[in-house]
């Protein structure tokens, strides 16, 4: 599992590529600390376009950021996900939580 976050258009992305399960969660919550430290409070996108699997650790991991987020008024999109992830976030109800793009 790979988390890269960069700078695009704005926003603050974090780009997924990989499968997010239980034993990846560790690593990746300590990769998405700079979304957590956002200073200046920009809007932050999940880009899934690579990310093959996410387990309900990486979705607990989603709804963390976006329950530390919410209050500062920033918005957390996911964008690019794949059929089967959309199916995850159906079944689990994280469809109706987070903003898409």
Not at 1 to 28: C, H, S, W
Not at 65 to 84: C, F, Q, R
Request: aromatic fraction near 10%; charged fraction near 20%; proline fraction near 3%.
């Amino acid at each position: 599992m790979n988390t890269t976050i960069q700078q695009q258009d704005g926003y603050l992305v974090a780009v997924f590529e990989g499968r997010l399960d239980t034993a990846a969660a560790p690593k990746t919550e300590q990769d998405m600390r700079p979304l957590y430290s956002n200073s200046e409070n920009q809007d932050i996108i999940l880009d899934c376009a690579h990310l093959e699997y996410i387990s309900s650790s990486g979705l607990r991991l989603f709804l963390g950021l976006l329950k530390a987020t919410k209050p500062k008024g920033i918005h957390v999109y996911i964008s690019n996900m794949s059929e089967g992830l959309k199916q995850v976030f159906n079944m689990t109800g994280f469809t109706s939580l987070f903003e898409f793009k």
